[in-house]
């Protein structure tokens, strides 16, 4: 099923704060994904990370399933070797699925067989297929699959510790590839995950991120609705401006 559809409402929903939701408090998920819901957030981003592709482990498709909401599960694999694992995310309801470039040898194969899937929550809309980059990872790493995505995810932190700022030169790297998206005429997204707080999030905007993860920033033990909506708003106000 293709998702073309969904992507092109995504693109004019832009820039939208992908909130990640395992920064919240997981023992009231219930709430907090109201919470989410009545801040306007479309998007909801869990980080999947198996110990092998980056230190940590967090969770799995049963977490995706048990997220009973009307939000958008934007479901990032950090996995090593996700052909034989995606399928499950897709059956638990992911509507995003984003594997990176440097997790497999296949990775087409991988992205073809994500575009194959119906989507659980809605079978009309199809899965986003993503590929996320680390920083250290050259933009030509994923050149040969842009025609087999719908989102590209530029990764500002080393995947896997807690704590990290912004590595700058993915700021260099986020522009470099809206320019080329917007030369070839594609119509994907374009995303940034990693160490987003009320300070950066309206730079990351102006250079052209259409989604940005926000985790921390949001749940940061206060108000998490407040710092939804006001990072939505000031990179929407860096887009605009």
Do not use: Y
Request: neutral net charge; glycine residues 8%; charged residues 20%.
């Amino acid at each position: 099923m293709h998702a073309e559809q969904l992507v092109s409402q995504l693109r004019q929903a832009s820039p939208l704060i992908s909130v990640g939701i395992l920064s919240a408090d997981l023992m009231c998920l219930g709430a907090q994904l109201e919470l989410m819901e009545g801040a306007g957030v479309r998007l909801l981003h869990v980080d999947v990370m198996d110990g092998r592709f980056c230190p940590m482990m967090t969770v799995g498709p049963a977490f995706i399933k048990a997220m009973r909401t009307s939000l958008l599960k934007d479901v990032h694999l950090m996995v090593e070797e996700p052909l034989d694992k995606v399928e499950s995310f897709a059956a638990a309801g992911a509507d995003m699925i984003t594997v990176h470039v440097e997790s497999c040898r296949h990775i087409h194969r991988v992205l073809q067989l994500i575009g194959e899937m119906t989507n659980a929550n809605d079978s009309s809309r199809g899965i986003v297929r993503g590929v996320a980059l680390n920083p250290g990872s050259s933009l030509d790493a994923i050149r040969p699959v842009m025609d087999e995505v719908e989102m590209v995810l530029l990764l500002a932190v080393n995947p896997g510790w807690k704590g990290q700022k912004f590595i700058p030169a993915v700021g260099a790297k986020l522009r470099e590839l809206v320019r080329t998206v917007r030369e070839t005429g594609r119509r994907m997204l374009v995303g940034v995950d990693g160490g987003m707080t009320r300070d950066n999030v309206a730079e990351v905007a102006r250079l052209g991120a259409d989604v940005i993860v926000a985790g921390s920033a949001v749940f940061d033990g206060k108000a998490p609705v407040e710092n939804a909506r006001f990072l939505t708003a000031a990179a929407r106000e860096a887009a605009r401006a």
